[in-house]
Nanobody, 126 residues
Framework: QVEMVESGGGLAQAGNSLRLSCTAS????????MAWFRQAPGKEREFVAS????????KLSDSVKGRFALSREKGTNTVFLQMNTLKSEDTAVYYC???????????????????WGQGTQVTVSS
């Protein structure tokens, strides 16, 4: 069993920063591809950022490119989403995901990930 633990959500003013953390623990025999998705009320879950198993490849959605950065602690299943210059439209529940066999060219797709966290709320006030 793999457990996903997220932290770092909360309330921020527009223009400020937040940092989310996520760790996959338990029966993790390898380093996994990991990602963040988000879901705002009344909207579908959308891709935010992904990082491959060794941290060599990251992908960001167009909506956060230039403002967010995703990194991972080397050799572990712990990732950090640094969110800068936050906007009100970044308000959502953010979900961390991990995948054993995630394809790099499809790392922005929900079904590429087997393990999901409970989600952490990010609220940006304007």
């Amino acid at each position: 069993q793999v457990e996903m633990v997220e932290s770092g959500g909360g309330l921020a003013q527009a223009g400020n920063s937040l940092r989310l953390s996520c760790t996959a623990s338990g029966r993790t025999y390898n380093t996994y591809a990991m990602a963040w998705f988000r879901q705002a009320p009344g909207k579908e879950r959308e891709f935010v950022a992904s990082i491959n198993w060794n941290g060599g490849i990251t992908k960001l959605s167009d909506s956060v490119k230039g403002r967010f950065a995703l990194s991972r602690e080397k050799g572990t299943n712990t990732v950090f989403l640094q969110m800068n210059t936050l906007k009100s439209e970044d308000t959502a529940v953010y979900y961390c995901a991990a995948g054993r066999n995630t394809r790099v060219d499809r790392s922005d797709e929900v079904h590429e990930y087997e393990y999901w966290g409970q989600g952490t709320q990010v609220t940006v006030s304007s």
